[in-house]
């Protein structure tokens, strides 16, 4: 394809190639060529060959920087983009450039830095030429979702949600693009804290620094994010207690991947005597969010560890009954049980896999999982050991149980590299504890009763919430700086933290018994449970993180529907329960506000009891409605197996093939509940050709996924609501 010689120059130099780089048009299309016929490695060695003979031209800097990047020679890109911003330093296209090698690099707040020079370098180039309105490249364009994706997989929410609302701003990209980056921001799992999108505040006063301050504003305004924080810190001095000072400093950080910056100045907002208290509370909480970004590892953590101990056993077939005697011991010991173990994983690496495995439990009542323990025999160059593997606190509290058993001494534990670490609070919420099982398979569950599985479901959620009120108020936890929850109330500060932790996993918390676990710490720890809000307009002028407290009765039919779909999209679970049995109790709404509310409710139900009532209600509005009941009836097989009921899972598996065999879909979802439920898929498929699973003895093809947009809109009232898929949650902004 030929090149147009009056498009701007490749190398974001602001002129028209033909009075830029004429002399390299023809070498620029045979480079084009290569890359549209997918020879990525053929162009760049053209590129390196033709910097060779003229050193130092931007369109050859540029092009070679970007096919490195996309060859993934990330050294070697960080070198050119080093090169072509020393040669051009207010090259938009070398600063955007640039961002993305810092960024690759993890160095975030550099990336921020230079691109918001881009920005600004790019608007005044484009001012120069006179051209305003085309003053930003495709290629500026594509480096900012770039560092979108890149901000968000670094849990730099505030840098990439700023460059989305700055491509919104400016309308830069197709619209599918940037709900597609929104969409990314928002699975990258955004904090509670941080799911609420705050906006630059004016002063509104006649100071003295109103005009400095109005000035900051505008910079801002204008994408000059860097000048407007500058502006902005230069007024501490004089103007310290006006909340909008610290409001905007905080935010403008958030957006320049400062996270450190950002928690104080939240934190000094916090402390200002007239800041309202939820007001205080939440700014205390995006400020730990914040903490938390900027130093994930911060003190204290709970990492996963191993300890060795080493099998005094003799050789040969002597050794190997003496490891018999060893497992049998294990075997009726109370605190251990075996567990399966695959080998594949050994044996793809080529070493020798564990003889066997076992969970090791404490004392407790239910027993709770401490470790897993792995005894290896005699190798060729390795004697028998013993291998416990947990997190640190468990495998201190499991060594001594295990040495006792097995008659050998542990080494002190050790991290293993490259597992990830877990906050103290998340490790309360992981125990798992051992349920007593039937020693036989129990009968079905008659209709109106609970299941087993219900019954176990039960126990283990009393259990780990009961562990989980008497440990964590005692805990010292990173958010409170190293204190625990109990010696932190005692100061004002402290107090917003731990309201602000408990508020949060009250609000956000997937299951009720969670939900009330949490509620129910305020009492010992001497917090003052929430007020009601009442608030007839709450969208727009209420962050989310309270919508819980509103009083739903007093709220229209439109609000309340506004405040269950965002609620849901942005993962506040309890507001959206509370909205969703508000608007099942009205007379007024339509079936597709009941279908809505019943379809939330049925995810967050617990028991099989209820999530049967759930369905049977569901099925009913699907008739209204005219809907497809075909994923009500997978929903109801997956509970029908949880319960053991084996004539009413025959009886829906028939129901699917013969009314939703042709729907993609449903049969996507049969296969994910057959396979939970440890059923065979292939093998079914295999012997029932024709059957649920598809004709011709294959199992379905998986799904097309939804569009990533789709999965990420956000809500705005009087819009469609989004699908609110998987665990990542979204950003919501006042008045939509």
Known sequence: MAID????????????????????????????????????????????????????????????????????????????????????PDNPLALGQAAITD????????????????????VAAGKAAGEQGQDVSPELVRIAGTLVQAAAQLGQVGFAQGIVEWLNDRGLGSEEERQLLAAVVGSAGVPPALRTKVGLEPAG????????????????????????????????????????????????CEMMARPMEASESWLALAKLPDTPADDAGEATGRAMALETIANPERSPVIRFASCVAPLQLPAGEDG??????????????????????DRSPWVSRNAAPPRSAWRIYDDGDPARLLASLLLFGRQTD??????????????????????????????????????????????????????????????????????????????????????????????????LLGKTPRQAVADAEGRRRVTALITEGEATSRRTDATAGWAGLREPLGLPMEAVIDLPEPLGQLPPLRWHRLRMASLSLDQLRGVLVTAIDAGFELAAERAADDLLSRSEVTPQDRWEALGFLLQRAETSLRKLEII????????????????????????????????????????????????????????EVLMEAGIDVGGMASRAAGGPLGAGGQAPPPAAPAAASEAGKLWTPGGESASGGGEGKKIWTPGG
């Not at 509970?639 to 899972?649: N, P, S």
Request: glycine letters at 8%; charged letters at 25%.
């Open 320 to 341: 190997s009954a003496a490891l018999e005697l060893l497992e049998d011991k294990l075997r009726h010991d109370p605190h251990s049980e075996p567990a399966a173990l």
């Open 5 to 88: 010689t009056y498009a701007p120059c490749p190398g974001g130099t602001g002129k028209k190639i033909k009075f830029c780089c004429p002399d390299l048009v023809g070498d620029l299309e045979q480079i084009d060529k290569l890359i549209e016929g997918d020879q990525i490695t053929a162009a760049l060695d053209q590129v390196k060959r033709l910097e060779e003979k003229q050193p130092g031209r931007a369109c050859l800097l540029a092009t070679r920087t970007k096919l490195e990047l996309s060859t993934k020679q990330f050294a070697a890109a960080a070198e050119t983009s080093r090169r072509f911003l020393e040669a051009f």
């Open 103 to 122: 960024a690759l690099t993890g160095q975030l707040q550099e990336a921020a830095a230079r691109f918001d020079k881009a920005r600004t370098a790019a």
């Open 205 to 252: 006063g006649g100071e003295s620094w109103a005009p400095d301050f109005e000035l900051g504003l505008k910079q801002a305004g204008s994408w000059q994010l860097a000048k407007a924080l500058t502006t902005f810190r230069s007024l501490k001095g004089v103007a310290g207690d006006c909340p909008q000072l610290h409001t905007n400093i905080a935010t403008l």
């Open 382 to 479: 390795r004697d028998p050991e013993a291998v416990l593997q947990g997190f640190a606190p468990d495998i201190e509290t499991a060594a001594p149980m295990v040495a006792e058993i097995l008659g050998c001494t542990f080494a002190a534990a050790g991290d293993l590299a490259g597992m990830p670490v877990v906050s103290p609070t998340n490790w309360l919420l992981g125990s798992q504890f051992k349920m007593a099982m039937p020693s036989s398979p129990p009968a079905p569950a008659k209709a109106g009763e609970p299941s087993i599985f219900d019954t176990i479901m039960e126990r283990q959620q009393e259990a780990l919430w009961k562990r989980f009120t008497a440990v964590w108020p005692d805990t010292p936890l990173p958010e």
């Open 616 to 671: 049977e209600q569901l099925r009913g509005i699907a008739k209204e409605i005219k809907a497809s009941a075909g994923m009500l009836e997978v929903a109801e097989l997956r509970v029908r197996l949880q319960r053991g009921d084996e004539a009413e899972a025959t009886r829906l598996l028939t129901v699917i093939q013969r009314d939703h065999g042709g729907d993609r879909r449903v049969l996507q979802a049969l296969t």
